[in-house]
């Protein structure tokens, strides 16, 4: 089957399957585009509360001046079903957030296939399934994969991307085009893998975290503070590629040479043998100098320094106001 591309699939609804917080949270960023949804939940009374949290996010984002959509405006575009089927009708793009139940997903996907239309892309917000297990033997698997939110979706926008290897390209595009035309930044994932990236990242830092706690090394207290007021700081501005690149003249190169010896006996420690070779080190510099040309690495510092001095200002503002 091949996906027939809308030459605008934005003017169609979106439907959300699922009116829990990451539901809503997407109904919001959407709503927020202009986009009209078409939001489903089997609870008639969870139903009920969903157009007043709508309201309240529209309004605190309103208000952050993360938004210029009238959330009055915003809520006559969102229309509400307990029945999968209706909801389905129309659109161009479905984003399920049900629960992480395997069976429960395979099955709303399977009633998607009959009552979406032929060229609608079929997503589902799992953090912990493949497209490729949610959508194996489906007739209509070439339209379905992964759109992995950071929670809140509304707040933080970006949003991991992940065709199975049966995704059609049209069906990948579609999904990018959209989710960026509603204001998400899209992040295209190369290959499936359990956690995607957001997660396997997450979970690594989690895992030396619950260690450190468990030897005494430091207190979960302490690790929050390192976390947030140290390398959240520079992760916020540069992620960790990028901080190595311009932490250590030289680059990733030079920084993997004095560094990395270190941190492989860090792994050791936890019995993880994960040296950071030749090769791996090579296509990491090579996608830095890409980015950044070594006779702009100056430039790149300074400009790190002044972002990183504008943000300690702000927290130190936003740390006075809340008293």
């Known amino acids: 089957m091949t996906v027939q591309q809308d030459a605008n699939p934005e003017h169609r609804p979106a439907a959300i399957i699922g009116g829990g917080s990451i539901g809503v949270s997407f109904a ?22 969903v157009p007043a949290e709508t309201r309240a996010r529209l309004e605190t984002l ?3 001046g ?4 009238d959330p009055d405006a915003a809520l006559e575009r969102l229309s509400l079903f307990t029945d999968l089927e209706k909801a389905a009708k129309g659109v161009s793009l479905v984003i399920e957030c049900a629960p992480e139940k395997l069976a429960l997903k395979q099955q709303i996907f399977r009633t998607l296939g009959e009552y979406a239309p032929g060229d609608a892309v079929l997503a589902s917000a799992s953090s912990a399934l493949l497209a490729s297990e949610i959508a194996a033997g489906l007739p209509h698997r070439d339209r379905c994969l992964i759109l992995h939110p950071v929670n809140p979706p509304h707040v933080i926008p970006v949003l991991e991307v992940a065709p199975a290897e049966f995704t059609s390209a049209g069906a990948t595009d579609s999904a990018m085009r959209q989710m960026a035309a509603a204001g998400f930044q899209p992040v295209l994932i190369g ?12 979970g690594a830092i989690l895992r030396e975290a619950y260690c450190l706690v468990r030897d005494g090394v430091a207190t979960p207290e302490a690790i929050d503070e390192v976390v947030r007021d140290a390398l959240g700081m520079r992760w916020s501005v540069s992620g960790p590629f990028e901080t190595v690149d311009l932490n250590t003249r030289g680059g990733v190169a030079s920084h993997a040479e004095k560094m990395g010896p ?62």
Not at 30 to 38: D, E, F, I, K
């Open 62 to 64: 309103r208000e952050a």
């Open 191 to 202: 290959k499936e893998a359990n956690g995607l990236v957001f997660n396997r990242l997450q």
């Open 66 to 69: 993360l938004t210029t959509a």
């Open 262 to 323: 270190a941190y492989l006996k860090m792994g050791r420690e936890r019995g993880q043998d994960d040296p950071w070779t030749p090769d791996m080190v090579k296509t990491v510099e090579t996608a830095r100098r890409r980015q950044l040309p070594m006779e702009e690495w100056e430039s790149r510092v300074r400009w790190r320094e002044n972002a990183l001095m504008r943000l300690a200002a702000f927290r130190r503002r936003d740390a006075g106001e809340d008293g």
């Open 28 to 49: 919001v960023s959407l709503l927020s585009s202009g986009r009209s949804v078409q939001l489903q939940d089997p609870d008639a009374a969870r139903l009920k509360q």
